[in-house]
Antibody
């Protein structure tokens, strides 16, 4: 069965960086893009970007360009999202999600990781 | 970016009720509309994609319809496990955007 297992909670100071991992299993890792979505406490869902594990291609939301980097390690079927220059309003749950389409982009997120809480506090 | 607006923002209902949530897009998105369910402390779960197609394994009590700018999501007979927050999301163009959510409670 498809599973996305994310790394544990992080506490960071303003200005620092955080790197969240997302280990995929149960499907062909290189066949599906990985999306990253965040959810601030008590708020809705905000798409951050996608990553193509096969080609390494990325597409970041304009809001995060210059601060976010998405990468992968194909040897362990793991995707990573690094966010730099953290501010207090970056405090949120960060989710990875699998793209429904095979080698194609439909922006349908069919399986999600359990989420990683990132807290930014002085 | 395409703005997605859901109504209502919250909804009180009872077990056995039929409930409907609406989602409106700021411009026409065809049928590029998906619905997710999120329970407290859990990740969102895809229920419906392409406006009306049920994701594999999702019970048929859930349904969706609409095209263009106006969409509806219906639960035919509420069960206790259906009390959650529901989000619509457009997949017509990047960036994909979500509605603000509809919290369904007792």
């Amino acid at each position: 069965q498809v599973q996305l297992v994310q790394s544990g909670a992080e506490v960071k100071k303003p200005g620092a960086s955080v790197k969240v991992s997302c280990k995929a299993s149960g499907y062909t890792f290189t066949g599906h893009h990985v999306h990253w979505v965040r959810q601030a406490p008590g708020h809705g869902l905000e798409w951050m970007g996608w990553f193509n594990p096969n080609s390494g291609e990325t597409n970041y939301a304009q809001k995060f360009q210059g601060r976010v980097t998405m990468t992968r390690d194909m040897s362990i079927n793991t995707a990573y999202m690094e966010l730099s220059g953290l501010k207090s309003d970056d405090t949120a749950l960060y989710y990875c999600a699998k793209e429904w389409g095979y080698s194609a982009m439909y922006y349908i997120l069919d399986y999600w990781g359990q989420g990683t809480l990132v807290t930014v506090s002085p | 970016d395409i703005q997605m607006t859901q109504s209502p923002s919250s909804l009180s209902a009872s077990v056995g009720d039929r409930v409907t949530i609406t989602c409106r897009a700021s411009q026409s998105i065809g049928t590029y509309l998906n619905w997710y369910q999120q329970k407290p402390g859990k990740a969102p779960k895809l229920l419906i994609y392409a406006a009306s197609t049920l994701q594999s394994g999702v019970p048929s009590k859930f349904s969706g319809s609409g095209s263009g700018t106006d969409f509806t999501f219906t639960i035919s007979s509420l069960q206790p496990e259906d009390f959650a927050t529901y989000y619509c999301q457009q997949s017509h163009s990047a960036p994909p955007t979500f509605g603000q959510g509809t919290k369904l409670d007792i």
